[in-house]
C-alpha cells in the first residue's frame, strides 16, 4: 500500500511540481507522546520513533481566523504557520538554492518545499548532459521530447513556447542532475528536516515515505496534536486501506472516527451543498463517511462516534485551516 501511494505522489508530481499523504494503524483516545527522526549526515529511514520538536508552539490568540462549534466543541481556527522570511519568486533552480539556505538550518517550511521540488526528479529529470542535449536539439526540431527515465512526453505548440520548455529541461537539469544526487534519498531527507521541525504539512508527507510503520503512525498523531485537522484525513485513509486490505480487520472503527471528526471539522467550516466547488468536496467526503459507517455494526457506530468527538475534544491546539 505504501508503494502505491508514493507512487501516487509521484505521477502528480507530473502535473505540478509540488505536492504531498499518509499511512497506518491507530488507537482512539488524546495522542500525546510527539516523536523524532533521527537525523544523521548519511540519511536512512528512521527505525523507531523518538522525540520531536514543534515546528510552533500553540498558535497564538491574535493568529486566530475564526471560531466555530463542532459537536458541542469550541474549535479556534488558525492560519497554517508560515516563515517570516519571504517567498522567492524565480525559478526552479533560483527557488531550490533559496530555500536550501534555509533548509540547512533546520527550517521545516523551507525544507518542504525543496522536497517538493525534488519530488519532480522522480519522473522529470535527465541525467546526463548528452540527455539533456538531445531532448533539446529533439525540442527545437519536433518541438517535442521525451524524458528517458519516465518515458514522459513534452510537446510545445510553437517555437516560442519550445524555448521555453527548453528553459524548464535546463533549470530541470541544474536542480536533478547537479544539485540532487539521489532523488528519493534527497526527498526523504529534505521531509525528515521539516518533520523533525514540526512543520506538519511535511509530517504527514514524510509518514507516507518512511518504512516504518510505528514512526509512521507516531507522526501522523503528532501533527494531528499539533493542530493540523488534515491528519485526520489521513488516519481514515491509512485505516480503511488497513481494513480493506485484511492487514488490520478491526481498524474500520478507528478509521470511522478519524473520519467523522475530520468530516464534522470541515462541515462546520465549509457546509456540504451543490452549489460552490467547495461544498461539493464536503458533500463528497460526507458521503465517504457514510459509506464507512455502513460497514459497522450499531454498537461499533455509536462507540466510533464518541471516538471522533473525544479526538476534538482533548486537541486544544485543533485546529490549522483547511
Known sequence: MRNKAFTLLASVA????????????????????????SQEDAWEPPSAPAEITAHTSAPPTDAAVETSEVLGVSVTWYDQPRPDYPHPNGSALDNYRYYKAFADEGDGFAAHQLANIVLGCFSSRFRTEDELNTAIRQMRETFSFVYPESGRIVRARDAQEAEIFIRSARNRFAICGEEVGAPRDEYGKWLEIGANDGYTVAMLDYANFVDDPVASVELIRSAWNLGDAN????????????????????????????????????????????????????????????????????????????????????????????
Open 14 to 37: 507530473l502535473a505540478a511540481s509540488l505536492i504531498g499523504t499518509v499511512i497506518l494503524s491507530f488507537s482512539s483516545g488524546p495522542i500525546t507522546d510527539p516523536i523524532v527522526v
Open 231 to 322: 491528519a485526520l484525513r489521513s488516519l481514515a485513509a491509512t485505516l480503511q486501506g488497513s481494513y480493506e486490505d485484511g492487514t488490520d480487520p478491526t481498524a474500520n472503527v478507528p478509521a470511522y472516527s478519524a473520519m467523522y471528526a475530520f468530516v464534522e471539522l470541515r462541515k462546520s467550516r465549509y457546509p456540504a451543498n451543490e452549489e460552490s466547488v467547495i461544498g461539493r468536496i464536503t458533500l463528497r467526503l460526507q458521503q465517504e463517511l457514510d459509506e464507512m459507517g455502513q460497514l459497522l455494526l450499531p454498537h461499533e457506530l455509536e462507540a466510533a462516534i464518541a471516538d471522533g468527538k473525544a479526538l476534538i475534544e482533548a486537541n486544544e491546539s485543533c485546529c490549522y485551516s483547511m
